[in-house]
Nanobody
Framework: QVQLVESGGGLVQAGGSLRLSCAAS????????MGWFRQAPGKERDFVAAISWSGTSTYYADSVKGRFTISRDNAKNTVYLQMNSLKPEDTAVYYC??????????????????WGQGTQVTVSS
């Protein structure tokens, strides 16, 4: 069983930065792609960013491209989401997800096998 634990969320002013982390409980983390999704109140869960198992391929939603950066450290079984130039519309619960069965990133939530519990990000105007 893979367990994912997110951290790093919080309250920040518009224009500020946050760095989210997602720690996996098992080494199988290193064989699959990882992704970040977010869900705002009353809205569906949306794709944010994804990264291949090797870290060489990344994929971003248009709304965060140029502001967010996804990265991973397989030695630490951890994936990161660096969020810069934050906007109030970035406010949401952010979820980490793992694809155990595939190494390529995906923007589809149904392609992911495991999910974290989420961490709240609130951006004030």
């Amino acid at each position: 069983q893979v367990q994912l634990v997110e951290s790093g969320g919080g309250l920040v002013q518009a224009g500020g930065s946050l760095r989210l982390s997602c720690a996996a409980s098992r080494r199988t983390f290193s064989s699959g792609a990882m992704g970040w999704f977010r869900q705002a109140p009353g809205k569906e869960r949306d794709f944010v960013a994804a990264i291949s198992w090797s870290g060489t391929s990344t994929y971003y939603a248009d709304s965060v491209k140029g502001r967010f950066t996804i990265s991973r450290d397989n030695a630490k079984n951890t994936v990161y989401l660096q969020m810069n130039s934050l906007k109030p519309e970035d406010t949401a619960v952010y979820y980490c997800a793992a694809r155990i069965s595939a190494s390529l990133p995906s923007a589809k939530s149904e392609d992911y096998d495991y999910w974290g519990q989420g961490t709240q990000v609130t951006v004030s105007s």
